[in-house]
């Protein structure tokens, strides 16, 4: 499906436990993220979840974002264009992905401001040394794979 002005003014958009703004977008066979410059930077949390994405880029500047849930597509690696997009994300959950190797993650080392991030069930979690490596290369990660990073 493509991620059109209908899909996105169609989309159930509400307000959260945590009192913030979520767009969700789960469930719609979305190959491709475009035209979210529509959302007009309105949400705390955009919720990909179990769509088709193969890719993480394309995103449009939204400083407001703090979450983006992308579990279940087929992600294989993460675009260096996308921190800049995306300045205050504090949350990246990409568990059951295809992110296959350390060098696929190096578009997450450039978000300044990441705190959590979870890629439980992609093979890279399986590499030797793979916690220690996102850890010293993402200086403010405080919870990896849903668990907490300890100071050393």
């Known amino acids: 499906m493509k991620l059109d002005y209908d899909v996105l003014t169609n989309a159930l958009s509400f307000i959260d436990a945590a009192k913030e703004r979520c767009l969700d977008l789960r469930n719609l066979k979305i190959a491709r993220i ?3 410059a529509m959302t007009r930077d309105l949400n705390d949390t955009i919720d990909l979840t179990n769509n088709e994405l193969v890719v993480l880029a394309d995103f449009p500047l939204l400083p407001r974002l703090h979450t ?4 279940h597509n087929r992600i294989t690696q993460i675009a260096p264009t996308v921190a800049p997009a995306l300045p205050n ?3 990246l959950i990409l568990s059951n992905n295809q992110i ?3 060098d696929d993650l190096a578009g997450l080392f450039a978000f ?3 705190v959590r991030a979870a890629f439980v069930g992609c093979p ?3 590499k030797k040394n793979y916690r220690l490596y996102v850890i010293s290369r993402c200086k403010n990660i405080r919870v990896l794979d849903f668990r907490r990073v300890k100071d050393l």
């Open 34 to 36: 475009e035209n979210l």
């Open 68 to 71: 983006l849930l992308l579990s």
């Open 89 to 91: 994300l504090t949350n």
């Open 100 to 102: 296959a190797e350390l």
């Open 112 to 114: 300044k401001n990441l």
């Open 124 to 126: 890279v979690s399986a």
